[in-house]
């Protein structure tokens, strides 16, 4: 079975500065997903990133990156520029390559606060 | 990418009473997903629902329980039943929508029982 793996329960980031967010997976497909998720207190959760694992390119949103390691099995999620409004709780999750009824597989989430 | 409706949004129930959530996609989806979000944890999944066929239900959920109901391709119920205080949780639906690779939530729902 897949697993994902957030050892970091928080982490604090000074305002405009950069922060990394540590994610590791198991599984023994070769095609897949993986995920960044955010959820602020309003408990709406937002997609932040994906990655697709057959390309070799780490994904970009604006101020958001990853770093994917297939070989090691790590996907972490790189910050810049914390804004305020990036304190939230963030969700790594894996979801296989597939149907419409792969699951996603979620890890168990790490709080990121922002210091003004 | 989809867009969901789900209602209520939150709610205080009465132990031994039952609550049943709505989630309505605003385009057709084979599968919908229900979660559990039990306070400051992860969520994990209750079951995923298909149209015009039982509901699939993860290990530790059952459908006495949680009955699903799934009467078209953008619509979904998950019922909460006999609650107990244990039942205390956000439950959130979700899609996966090929055309964007990205699963979509509702909004959620913050159950309270007392």
């Known amino acids: 079975a897949q697993t994902v793996t957030q050892s970091q329960p928080e982490m604090s980031v000074q305002e405009a500065e950069t922060v990394t967010l540590s994610c590791t997976y198991d599984?023994?497909?070769?095609?897949?997903?993986l995920f960044w998720y955010k959820q602020p207190p309003s408990r709406q959760m937002i997609l932040v990133i994906r990655?697709?694992?057959?390309?070799?390119q780490n994904a970009t949103e604006n101020r958001f990156s990853v770093n994917f390691q297939k070989a090691a099995k790590s996907f972490s999620l790189k910050i810049s520029d914390s804004q305020l409004g990036d304190a939230a709780m963030y969700f790594c999750?894996?979801?296989?390559?597939?149907?419409?009824?792969?699951?996603?597989?979620f890890g168990k989430g790490i709080t990121l606060s922002v210091r003004p | 990418s989809a867009v969901i409706s789900q209602k209520p949004s939150r709610d205080i129930c009465q132990r031994g009473t039952s609550l049943t959530i709505q989630c309505q996609v605003d385009?057709?989806?084979?599968?919908m997903f229900w979660y559990r979000q039990q306070p400051g944890q992860s969520l994990t999944l209750i079951a995923t629902?298909?149209?015009?066929?039982?509901?699939?239900?993860e290990s530790g959920f059952v459908i006495d329980k949680f009955p699903i109901s799934r009467p078209n391709l953008t619509f979904s119920t998950l019922t909460v039943s006999n609650m107990s205080p244990e039942d205390s949780s956000i439950y959130l639906c979700?899609?996966?929508?090929?055309?964007?690779?990205?699963?979509?939530f509702g909004s959620g729902t913050r159950l309270t029982v007392v």
């Open positions: 385009s057709q989806v084979t599968m």
């Open positions: 999750a894996y979801r296989r390559s597939g149907g419409a009824n792969s699951k996603l597989t």
């Open positions: 990655q697709e694992a057959y390309k070799q």
């Open positions: 629902a298909n149209q015009g066929s039982e509901a699939t239900y």
């Open positions: 979700s899609v996966w929508t090929s055309s964007n690779y990205g699963y979509t």
């Open positions: 599984t023994s497909e070769s095609d897949y997903y």
